[in-house]
């Protein structure tokens, strides 16, 4: 039974509260069993599992022995002071952050399905990014690109807003917009960006083309929207339609509306729905070059989690 100054636990806790050492570590926490169960399912690389006494089911045991994760018992109440969670939950997960593919794999898979990609731009808060994930999976679009300086899309609160859909849906990021318009532009996808006002009302008919096939529906940052420079390369400006009163809507919500009016478009033009690739059938070269840019690290963090000194109890 692993203590809480065991290595692996400590390696836990800085992957739970830092986004460097996410970054630098390669690897990220899934928290409780059954979304450590779905990234196993998804294929996501989990490279360990933690569990208090009694509460790993049998059947996410049984995953992990079938798959070579190693598990990892601990004291009680070890991973209540371990994890960031104000109220954490007693199975956790190591994993490599390994989920993200090229931008350009994103927006392909939009034409391949003629379907909605999200565009977060500098989107901050992880329970606005985690629920845009989650409504983007269930709307059928092909996938989400982040862009700009927004939260890490392995942030656990992410994951846990997500509730799975960060392990099957195509995800991107690009430091900044150009690249991602003239992506889009090469495919001939067009770029609708979400405005509070001014915009055509997302449920005007004169987006039917847009909204109804491959498409790239942007958002902004929570407190100041989209830049207007980027605004102003989009082909269209859309504006939510609402009963008098309320000013806006927060961007999570916004941009589950549009989701599933892309999806209903879609569907009423005859389009199939366009569901999410799960991890383990998404392009492999990605995957491939996801995993080479990690493996050193990761092996050099196993080598000093074998050299340093564990206390077990």
């Not at 928290?31 to 006494?53: M, Q, R, T, Y």
């Not at 003629?114 to 977060?120: K, T």
């Not at 430091?175 to 991602?180: E, G, L, N, Q, Y």
Request: with cysteine; proline share 6%; net charge negative.
């Amino acid at each position: 039974m692993l203590a809480a100054s065991n290595p692996r636990l400590k390696r836990l806790r800085r992957l739970s509260r830092r986004r460097s050492s996410r970054r630098e570590e390669g690897a990220f926490v899934i928290e409780g069993p059954i979304l450590v169960a779905d990234a196993l399912a998804a294929g996501v690389h989990v490279s360990e599992v933690f569990h208090e006494p009694g509460f790993a089911p049998d059947s996410l045991l049984a995953a992990c022995e079938n798959r070579g994760v190693p598990v990892f018992e601990v004291a009680p109440g070890v991973l209540g002071s371990t994890l960031a969670t104000s109220s954490p939950p007693p199975v956790a997960a190591v994993a490599a952050t390994s989920v993200l593919v090229p931008v350009d794999a994103v927006l392909d898979a939009a034409v391949e399905r003629s379907a909605a990609v999200l565009v977060l731009v500098d989107v901050s808060d992880p329970g606005n990014v985690g629920t845009l994930l989650r409504a983007a999976e269930a709307a059928g679009c092909a996938g989400v690109i982040a862009v700009g300086h927004g939260v890490d899309l392995y942030n656990p609160k992410v994951v846990r807003a997500s509730a799975g859909s960060l392990f099957r849906l195509p995800l991107a990021d690009s430091p900044d917009s150009d690249r991602v318009f003239a992506a889009l532009a090469a495919r001939s996808v067009a770029s609708v960006a979400t405005v509070v006002s001014g915009g055509t009302g997302h449920l005007d008919a004169a987006l039917d083309d847009a909204l109804g096939g491959a498409c790239a529906i942007w958002l902004g940052n929570e407190a100041h929207g989209m830049d207007e420079s980027d605004t102003g390369r989009c082909e269209l400006r859309v504006t939510i339609e609402m009963a008098p009163g309320p000013e806006s809507l927060n961007v999570a919500m916004a941009g589950t509306v549009l989701c599933f009016e892309a999806f209903r478009r879609r569907h009423a033009s005859g389009g199939a729905l366009a569901s999410a690739v799960p991890f383990s059938q998404q392009s492999q070269q990605s995957m491939h070059s996801q995993q080479s840019m990690h493996s050193q690290q990761s092996q050099q963090s196993q080598q000093s989690l074998n050299r340093s000194p564990s206390r077990d109890q």
